[in-house]
């Protein structure tokens, strides 16, 4: 794979070459409490991901007046209009600082997604690692531009989008910022296993050779994360939860820590799995081979002299002596010695 292709985020390089970079997309799990909002945390590191990921919002100016007064009551509200709602959901600077404090005590990276401009401010003057653009704002150059310009990593998703919308991205972001991983995505939530189309991921390695590609994976199981590392993404971004049964709208397709750490268990494995292109034969087959394959042993008592025929000759278990591919040589050949039935022949024994 091509060695050019490579991310760093905090130190932290992803290549072709390296384990997947996990990030646990939080988002707004902590349902706008600290002591869950850590809790999280510390058990994503036990789960063994790289990142640790939530969503910034500057709900004022992000929504109009309309959607931000517009009621929403509903099992999943945490108050009486979509603005309250948000709010509630929204942590400010002395929550992002304790967490980000927090997040280096723990050893994981710790970024956001920035919905809007004045967001994107906000976590640089937090002086965040990273930036995450949603699906929704591949088509936001403005912003797209604005995040650039601050200089760090980028990560794009691409859900809702053409090869088109992609290409716009890029190139309003690279003349700033050479530094961006795009993930395919379905903007779908859950997505069904049939829309995800993780034959994509290859379609932008061949487009973006110079850049690595992941997936942000809305479906809510581990097996499509494993595909894709296959198929060559490299960051995969699922949802964390703790339970599946909190309030709100992502728990239900969030993994909780025990399907998390087998997702991160499982990418290691791939990794370890795939191995290199050349087929060789590993010391730990000898004896299992030398049980199970085959060797030319005598048929029957034979006497020297004997001129060898197919009847002769028995092929039986353990291997290790005279392989079968060598039946033909034998036939027609005088034996040098005497064999009884069962014995295995050896390479002299036709003169």
């Known amino acids: 794979m091509d060695g050019s ?14 384990d997947c970079f996990v990030i646990a997309e939080i988002g707004h799990n902590h ?21 640790v990921k939530l969503q910034k919002r500057d709900n004022r100016s992000l929504f109009t007046k309309a959607m931000y007064d517009s009621p929403y009551e509903n099992e999943n509200s945490y108050g ?15 929550e992002y600082r304790e967490l980000k404090a927090y997040a280096d005590e723990l050893g994981l990276v710790f970024f956001a997604t920035a919905f809007d401009q004045p967001s994107a401010d906000f976590l640089a003057d937090l002086d965040m690692p990273a930036y995450k653009i949603a699906s929704a704002d591949l088509i936001n150059t403005p912003l797209l531009k604005h995040v ?20 716009r991205a890029m ?6 910022n050479d530094q961006v991983a795009i993930l395919q995505c379905t903007a779908a939530y859950p997505v069904e296993v049939e829309e995800m189309h993780l034959s994509v991921i290859e379609t932008l390695r061949a487009a973006y050779p110079n850049h690595v590609i992941g997936l942000s994976d809305h479906q809510d199981g581990i097996a ?27 728990h239900a397709f969030s993994l909780e820590p025990g399907g998390m750490g087998k997702m991160v268990r499982d ?4 990794r370890a799995a795939l191995g290199d292109p050349v087929k060789r034969r590993y010391p730990n087959e000898a004896r299992p081979l030398v049980k199970m394959s085959k060797s030319l042993y005598a048929a029957r008592d034979l006497t020297a002299g004997a001129v060898l025929t197919a009847s002769d000759i028995a092929f039986k278990s353990p291997g290790g002596g005279v392989p079968p591919y060598k039946f033909d040589e034998f036939i027609g050949r005088r034996l040098t010695r005497d064999v009884k039935e069962d014995e295995p022949f050896a390479e002299g024994d036709a003169g």
């Open 5 to 18: 292709r490579v991310w760093t985020v905090a130190g932290r390089r992803v290549a072709d070459d390296t």
């Open 31 to 51: 349902q706008g409490e600290m002591a869950k909002a850590r809790q999280l945390f510390e058990a994503a590191k036990a789960c063994g991901v790289d990142a």
């Open 80 to 94: 009486k209009t979509y603005g309250e709602h948000r709010e509630y959901l929204e942590f400010g600077e002395a």
């Open 148 to 167: 650039a310009a601050i200089g760090k990593p980028m990560i794009l998703s691409t859900g809702g989008a053409e090869m088109a919308d992609i290409q």
């Open 171 to 176: 190139d309003a972001i690279l003349p700033l």
């Open 224 to 250: 499509m994360s494993v595909a894709a590392y296959i198929l060559g993404a490299r960051i995969i971004e699922k949802h964390f939860t703790m339970h599946r049964s909190w309030r709100g709208t992502d």
């Open 267 to 270: 990418l290691k494995r791939t």
